[in-house]
Structure formats: C-alpha cells, structure tokens
T-cell receptor
C-alpha cells in the first residue's frame, strides 16, 4: 500500500479564496482523521470519520471549514473563504479500528496570503 | 472532552543520557496510549504504544509506562542519540487527542 495520500503537498492562495485539501486513506482503514498543525497550537484534531460518517467535528474552528467523506477511499477538507490565520500544515491520518495506530499522510502545507 | 497534558515542552539532553516525557489524561475510559515521533518537516509516526492491561512495554531503547490509577503515562528513551532529536507526541484514546508535544534535542 502506498500509505495515506494527500494532495496538494503545498498550496499558496490569497485571502478569500476557496481551498480544498484531499486525502486518500489506506485501503481497508475505517477511521479517517484531519489535523491542523501550527507552532502556536500544536497538533489539533479537526474532525474524524468512522465508515465515512463524521463522528466528532468539535475541533472544526468555524463554519468556514467543512469536511466530507463521500466514500471509503476519499475525503476532502474545504476552507471557504480562507484567511491568513488558516496557514498551517494539514495532516490526514487513517486507522483500522478505534484506539489503534494512526498512519499519517505527508501533509499539505497551506499558506494564505 | 479528553484533556491530555504533556510535559516538558522542551527537553535537552547530552548524548548517552536518558530522556523522560510525561503525559496525563482525564478520561478514565481511555485504554490506548500511543507515542508518536515527528522529525523536522515530516509526518508523525508511531514509535511505541501501550494498552491499559499492561503497565510497561519496552522496545530496545524506548519504553512506555502506564499508571491508570494516577492517569499518567511516560516515555523513556535510554542511551539517547542525536537521531532521537524530534518532537514527541502522546495521545489518549477516546477522543483521539494529542498532547502539545515535547521537543527533544540530543546534543552530541
């Protein structure tokens, strides 16, 4: 397996633009997590899914953020409109079962100007 | 929700010394406690984990201990090497929350 795949790896955009981050989990994994990492706030859990259903989205910072998982092999995290404070590295991770090892993707480094 | 506290936030040791990082959690229902290592510019990766039915687990130079009564668990690295320099994160299971991380620097 190629591991968790994220795209794009880098994104530079201007304030107010829509940003869509994509994730393909490891085949067979039934949990998918989205994290945001910054120096100030560390590694924050934004949302996680089980069998494509959102379980906990309490970490989603505000309505500008939305996440979907239309099928077992694909998820998106969308920011609309983007703001400079959204600049961060966004990681997607997947696991087989709850309370199991999470496998992280390489991350998307987002810069909002 | 689950509160995971990790300390210290930074730790500097001399090569060959030991390093200890501690985490506390609040939800007594947690039963899985992983530790992840994140090297600069890379993704977090699991280095060791422990479940609540054991008190200690060891893998070569790294070990994790768990005290469920006190709700804390620790990462121990012995005979540290420069390549151990990284940020280490603990996590507690129920709500998949991570600690704030510990930046470990091993000086040669």
């Amino acid at each position: 397996d190629a591991g968790v795949i994220q795209s794009p790896r880098h994104e530079v955009t201007e304030m107010g633009q829509e940003v869509t981050l994509r994730c393909k989990p490891i085949s067979g994994h039934d949990y998918l997590f989205w994290y945001r990492q910054t120096m100030m706030r560390g590694l924050e859990l934004l949302i996680y899914f089980n069998n494509n259903v959102p379980i906990d989205d309490s970490g989603m910072p505000e309505d500008r953020f939305s996440a979907k998982m239309p099928n077992a092999s694909f998820s998106t995290l969308k920011i609309q409109p983007s703001e400079p404070r959204d600049s961060a590295v966004y990681f997607c991770a997947s696991s087989f079962g709850h309370q199991e090892t999470q496998y992280f993707g390489p991350g998307t480094r987002l810069l909002v100007l | 929700g689950e509160n995971v506290e990790q300390h210290p936030s930074t730790l500097s040791v001399q090569e060959g010394d030991s390093a200890v990082i501690k985490c506390t959690y609040s939800d007594s229902a947690s039963n899985y406690f992983p530790w992840y290592k994140q090297e600069l510019g890379k993704r977090p990766q699991l280095i060791i984990d422990i479940r609540s039915n054991v008190g200690e687990k060891k893998d070569q130079r790294i070990a994790v201990t768990l005290n469920k009564t006190a709700k804390h668990f620790s990462l121990h690295i012995t005979e540290t090497q420069p390549e151990d320099s990284a940020v280490y994160f603990c996590a507690a299971s129920i709500e998949e929350r991570f600690g704030a991380g510990t930046r470990l620097t091993v000086k040669p």
